[in-house]
Nanobody, 123 residues
């Protein structure tokens, strides 16, 4: 049973930073793609960043390039999302997702999802 547990969300002022973590369990994730998505009230869930666990190749939405960094720690089975220079428009619930593939896709079709963590950026 795959479990993904996000943490690290909170309230931060614009320009600040947060680091989200996704603790993964129940599988060997070396053959998985991991994604971060977010969903703001009244909006669709959107892709933020992704990483191919085995090789560490990363992908980012244009809106976060240069500000967010995704990484993974195989020893801890954890994926991180470092978020810098946060903007009010980054406010959303952030979700970690996993898919048994080496291809990062930017649509929310992943097999496994965490419960989400709220990120609120004040102006």
């Amino acid at each position: 049973q795959v479990q993904l547990v996000e943490s690290g969300g909170g309230l931060v002022q614009a320009g600040g930073s947060l680091r989200l973590s996704c603790a993964a369990s129940g599988r060997t994730f070396s053959t998985y793609a991991m994604g971060w998505f977010r969903q703001a009230p009244g909006k669709e869930r959107e892709f933020v960043a992704g990483i191919v666990w085995s090789v560490g190749t990363t992908y980012y939405a244009d809106s976060v390039k240069g500000r967010f960094t995704v990484s993974r720690d195989s020893a801890k089975n954890t994926v991180w999302l470092q978020m810098n220079s946060l903007k009010p428009e980054d406010t959303a619930v952030y979700y970690c997702a996993a898919d048994p593939t080496t291809l990062v896709v930017q649509i929310p079709t992943y097999d496994y999802w965490g419960q989400g963590t709220q990120v609120t950026v004040s102006a």
